[in-house]
């Protein structure tokens, strides 16, 4: 298991021959093992620090520790879910899910001996010789999400997996999310627009200013686990709600 810092992140783009802060000063500490959500408004830089963490840009100045060791701009650390990571429509579910063991230079024969079990085990059985566009939005969720669980990093980062889903189907995926984090004893690192979704999953949300985006607050999630359904409706869910409705509203 692996700690992770971000310290004092900005990140400058540069727009119509104007500069602009994208992210600005941003600090979060992710304890090992823990479930952390991203919380804040549209362009205010979420995707942005994913991209730093990620190593796929670096941060116009500050520093990304993994046990206090810098990787900046160096990818291969984490598992990263971009937000719209789509699977491959001519490639079958099994093909997608092992997509990036095959990238890491395993034989498809082990890279399948690997996946099926997890297809069985989390809902995807007699669904690996599918094509993408005959499963549901949350089946292709999953195995978007699988395929990022079996690059085997221990932190992953999930950018807006649920988004596109309906409110129904995405309870039954944010259930399904904290049995494999649970199974797999990840630290998830989860952007949201939804502040339920963040409440009900997480140890802690950090709650990002608009842009430029700096932390506004950490909020620890007190609530026992496992959580369910019965979790969304009890005073502290309520409370908590209210409190990260508030902190955002002053954000909109
Ligand atoms: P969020 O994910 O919170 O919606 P992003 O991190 O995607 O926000 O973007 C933050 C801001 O930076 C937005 O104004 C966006 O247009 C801008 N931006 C993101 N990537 C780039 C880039 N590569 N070049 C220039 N501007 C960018
Ligand atoms: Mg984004």
Redesign the pocket.
Known sequence: MHKLEIKNSS?I???DNKD?Y??KDTSLQIKEGSFVSII????????????IIAGL?KPSTGEVLLDGKDIVGKNGYVGYML?KDLLLPWRTIMHNVILGLEIKGISKKEAISQAAPLLERYGLGGFENHYPDELSGGMRQRAALLRTLLYDQDIILL?EPFGALDAQTRLLMQEWLLQIWVDFKKTILF?THDIDEAIFLSDDIYI?TQ?P?TIKEKVTIPLARPRNEQTLLSPEFIDLKEHVLKQLKTEE
């Open positions: 990140k783009f540069r727009k602009f994208a992210l804040g408004p549209s362009g205010c830089g979420k995707s942005t620090l994913f991209n840009i937000q950018d952007i990002l842009r985006g």
